[in-house]
């Protein structure tokens, strides 16, 4: 199934107290580059999330954002450290002794001294994080591949609509070739004839430079696989097959080395023309194909 590789996909799920949000944007990219931001909390399932994407996508420079709120009251406790408190009074007591001074110690005083009250995030269960933050991904995912999927289609018809043209100007060529050698052997014989006036004409050398002339300039092989490869690009691009965009862009490049051996043997200016005309069908097929996965 052909698709772009320009997408975006959104989802939004909440778990309890806890809210995932995944937002995914895809750009074209001749590999697979995923840059993911998300908190510090979800770094733990960065792999996770990696290969979770790589069952969908192929190609493409991916952005992900991903977003986690967590709304419940529990979420920070109080946490006491008596050890350290403990520590604290033993100096106390020595600088009482040391400088003669009133030990007048409060517990508001103590609670004061750093470390001795802190707040502390109550741990998560992972497996439970990841399920929402995985059922936000697929959501996301499903959407995202969604959008390249009708992105595709698309592309896949404006490539083809180009390719069916291509075909109409490789036909025009095939036709043009004989009126070529004709047009050559009357103007090679009206050449002769002036230059020998009443002299009989040799239409043994006259056929014999015909054929020099026609050998040179004769495309059938180049048109034959032009054709093919235009054939073969169209039959690719109907398939179920998943990531083409580097098939395609393979064959594209055989057709614009069948297009510059056409256009180099050109001899005429109406095949010169569309020749130019090929080829630049064939590059705005390129430019399209760089958008495929």
Not at 15 to 25: A, W
Not at 99 to 113: E, K, P, Q, Y
Not at 131 to 146: D, H, M, P, R
Not at 227 to 245: A, D, F, P, W, Y
């Amino acid at each position: 199934m052909i698709k772009s590789m320009t997408g975006f996909g959104r989802c939004e799920v909440s778990e309890g107290e806890r809210k995932f949000t995944v937002e995914m944007k895809g750009v074209n990219h001749r590999y697979l580059d995923v840059n993911i931001r998300m908190p510090k909390k979800l770094n733990f399932f960065e792999t996770a999330i990696r290969n979770l994407l790589k069952q969908s996508i192929q190609r493409g420079k991916v952005d992900i954002f991903i977003t986690y709120e967590d709304l419940s009251e529990n979420q920070m406790s109080l946490k006491y450290n008596e050890k350290l408190a403990g520590e604290y009074m033993d100096y106390f007591s020595q600088m009482e002794e040391s400088f003669s001074l009133d030990n007048d110690i409060r517990v508001s005083t103590l609670l004061r001294c750093p470390e001795v009250l802190t707040m502390e995030e109550q741990a998560v269960d992972d497996e439970e994080l990841w399920n929402g933050l995985k059922k936000a991904l697929e959501g996301a995912t499903s959407q995202f591949v969604e959008s390249r999927t009708l992105e595709g289609e698309h592309l896949r018809n404006d490539i083809i609509k180009k390719l069916d043209g291509m075909l109409d100007l490789v036909g025009y060529i095939e036709e043009r070739a004989p009126k070529i050698i004709a047009q050559y052997r009357e103007k090679l014989e009206n050449k002769v004839r002036e230059l020998l006036s009443d002299t009989q004409i040799e239409e043994g050398r006259i056929a014999a430079e015909v054929v020099i002339f026609a050998d040179k300039i004769c495309t059938d092989e180049e048109v034959v696989r032009l054709r093919s490869h235009v054939v073969h690009m169209k039959e690719t691009l109907k398939s179920e097959e998943n990531g083409i965009g580097r098939k395609l862009d393979f064959i594209a490049q055989e057709m614009n080395r069948e297009a510059n051996t056409i256009l180099s043997k050109a001899n005429d200016l109406e095949v010169s023309n569309v020749g130019i005309d090929l080829k630049t069908e064939i590059e705005k097929v390129r430019e399209q194909i760089q958008n495929i996965e």
